[in-house]
């Protein structure tokens, strides 16, 4: 197996890269997700808001947390392009955050609407 140049390596070493950008999109969704309710006047953590309000915080704040995937994505297919292999594991890796992230908080809003 021949090794690979820089040249070749680096849109890989970007992919993986922008996967740090999860931390501030996490953090961003995280308090879109929990303002959007507060906009809506439901502020006290004993009132249920109702289901129309969490599928709107739930979809507002997972289109924020999953907006790294594009540059990850982006730069995966570079990778790919040129033949390096592994290039779609950041990928795999961020989109395995988004649909942790999206089960959380299904499973969550589904508990408060239930309970």
Known sequence: MKPQSRDTTRPLAKAWWSLALFLPSVATAFLVG??????????????????????????????????P????????????RVGVAGAWL???VGSAIVFGFVGINLSSGILVLIG
């Open 34 to 67: 929990e303002g959007i309710p507060g906009m809506f006047g439901w502020t006290e953590p004993s009132s249920r808001p109702a289901w129309w309000v969490l599928a709107l915080a739930l979809g507002v704040s997972t289109l924020i947390l999953a907006s």
């Open 69 to 80: 995937l594009l540059l990850t994505a982006r730069y995966s297919a570079k990778a790919s």
């Open 90 to 92: 950041p990928v795999i």
